[in-house]
């Protein structure tokens, strides 16, 4: 059974930064993709930045230029470098790892709460 832990959000003032780590309990095969969700109050969970197997990478158009996804598949972990916040980045934002093809083999983290605020 996979276990996410996130680590590194916080309350951080507009044009700052964070970095976000996600470690899995266990290995992780190099096939699953690996991603950020957020969910701000009163919206739906949207997909914010995935990585593949291949190191291809896919960003949500409101954070493309100031956010980067990268993974270490030897510390079966998944960062996210978030540069130049702003309140609208304000969400939980969760660990995900899943399978590209089988839909079932879906993990989560616990979620991290990253507040944008002055």
């Known amino acids: 059974q996979v276990q996410l832990v996130e680590s590194g959000g916080g309350l951080v003032q507009p044009g700052g930064s964070l970095r976000l780590s996600c470690a899995a309990s266990?290995?992780?095969?190099?096939?699953?993709?690996m991603g950020w969700y957020r969910q701000a109050p009163g919206k739906q969970r949207e997909l914010v930045a995935v990585i593949t197997s291949g190191g291809s990478t896919e960003y949500v158009d409101s954070v493309k230029g100031r956010f980067t996804i990268s993974r270490d598949n030897a510390k079966n972990a998944v960062y996210l470098q978030m540069n130049s916040l702003n309140p609208e980045d304000t969400a939980v934002y969760y660990c995900?790892?899943?399978?590209?093809?089988?839909?079932?083999?879906?993990?989560w983290g616990q979620g991290t709460q990253v507040t944008v605020s002055s």
């Open positions: 266990g290995s992780i095969p190099t096939i699953y993709a």
């Open positions: 995900n790892v899943r399978h590209p093809v089988l839909g079932r083999l879906n993990y």
